[in-house]
C-alpha cells in the first residue's frame, strides 16, 4: 500500500526523478538495496522510489534492507511493522557492529563515522546475497553541501559526496537519489505521513555534531542574504574549474598542455 500523493510527495518525486534523470541512477533491471535506518532520509527515499518504480519507462526492483547494529534498546520491530504493512521485499540484519565497535575504536575518533563503515560493510554483503547491483542511500542536498563545507573548513580538502558512486569492490554502484531534495521538506513529508521514526540508540544517539551544527548555521545565516544559497552551492559542485584550483597535480597539467 503506496502513500496518497500530496504537492509536497509530488514535488519530492520530481526532483528524485531529475536527480535519476541527471546522473543515470537507474537503468533497466536494476534491483536496488534501499538502507532504511528508521530514519526520515530513508523512509522518504524509500517511499518515494517505490512510487516512481510503478510508473517507470524502466523496470526495476527495490529491497528495503536494515541493519541493527546490535544497540540495546533497538526498535528495529517498528521498521519491520512499517515495511509490512506498506508490502515491501524487505530484509532486517542483525549484527555485532556495537560489540566490534566497543573493542575495536580508537580513542578520540568518531563514533558515528566508525559505526557508518561497518554498516555499509553489511550492506555491500546484503546486496551480494540478495542479488542487487545498486545501494541506495538517503543522504539529502543539506548533506552534500555540508560535507562540502566540513571538508573545506576542517580537512582542507575540496570534496563532498557523489550522487553515484562505484563501489571498491567492482560489483556495486552506491546511487543518492535525495541529492535535490532539500532536508526541511523530508521533515515536512515524514511528519505529514507520519513516518515511525526511531533513533538509532547508540551510545551517542542525540548528542549534536557541534561542527555540522555550526554548518548549519552558517547556512541559515547565508540565506537570509541569498534565498538560493543551497541550489547555487549545490551548482557548484557540478560547476568545476579545474585550471583555477591549487591542485599541483592540475597545475602541472595546465602548464604542460600549454607548452
Given at each position: 500500500m503506496g502513500l496518497e500523493p500530496d504537492r509536497l510527495f509530488h514535488q519530492i518525486r520530481r526532483n528524485v526523478g531529475r536527480a535519476i534523470g541527471d546522473f543515470?541512477?537507474?537503468?533497466?533491471?536494476?534491483?536496488i538495496l534501499v538502507g532504511v535506518s528508521g530514519g526520515k532520509d530513508s523512509y522518504t527515499l524509500l517511499h518515494?522510489?517505490?512510487?516512481?518504480?510503478?510508473?517507470?519507462?524502466?523496470k526495476y526492483e527495490l529491497v528495503a534492507a536494515n541493519v541493527d547494529s546490535g544497540f540495546p534498546g533497538f526498535r528495529k520491530q517498528v521498521i519491520?511493522?512499517?515495511?509490512l504493512e506498506h508490502g515491501f521485499e524487505y530484509r532486517m540484519?542483525?549484527?555485532?557492529?556495537?560489540?566490534?565497535?566497543?573493542t575495536k575504536r580508537r580513542p578520540g575518533s568518531s563514533y558515528?563515522?566508525?559505526?557508518?563503515?561497518?554498516?555499509?560493510?553489511?550492506?555491500?554483503?546484503?546486496?551480494?546475497?540478495?542479488?542487487?547491483?545498486?545501494?541506495?542511500?538517503?543522504?539529502?542536498?543539506?548533506?552534500?553541501?555540508?560535507?562540502?563545507?566540513?571538508?573545506?573548513f576542517y580537512v582542507g580538502t575540496l570534496k563532498a559526496m557523489s550522487p553515484k558512486l562505484a563501489a571498491d569492490?567492482?560489483?556495486?554502484t552506491v546511487i543518492r537519489p535525495l541529492v535535490y531534495v532539500e532536508e526541511?521538506?523530508?521533515?515536512?513529508?515524514?511528519?505529514?505521513?507520519?513516518?515511525?521514526?526511531?533513533?538509532?540508540?547508540?551510545?551517542?544517539?542525540?548528542e549534536v555534531d557541534q561542527k555540522r551544527q555550526r554548518m548549519k548555521q552558517l547556512i541559515r545565516e547565508l540565506s537570509q542574504e541569498n534565498r538560493h544559497i543551497k541550489r547555487s552551492m549545490l551548482g557548484a559542485l557540478g560547476n568545476v574549474h579545474p585550471r583555477h584550483l591549487l591542485d599541483k597535480e592540475l597545475v602541472d597539467f595546465n602548464r604542460i598542455g600549454n607548452e
Open positions: 543515470k541512477l537507474i537503468e533497466e533491471g536494476d534491483r518515494i522510489l517505490d512510487h516512481l518504480r510503478r510508473k517507470a519507462p524502466v519491520e511493522d512499517h515495511l540484519e542483525s549484527t555485532n557492529c556495537y560489540e566490534i565497535i566497543e558515528c563515522s566508525f559505526c557508518a563503515r561497518l554498516r555499509r560493510g553489511v550492506l555491500y554483503s546484503l546486496a551480494d546475497e540478495l542479488g542487487c547491483n545498486k545501494i541506495a542511500l538517503g543522504h539529502h542536498l543539506d548533506d552534500f553541501i555540508e560535507t562540502l563545507l566540513l571538508n573545506q569492490n567492482g560489483r556495486h526541511g521538506d523530508i521533515i515536512r513529508f515524514s511528519r505529514q505521513h507520519q513516518m515511525p521514526v526511531i533513533c538509532c540508540a547508540c551510545p551517542v544517539c542525540g
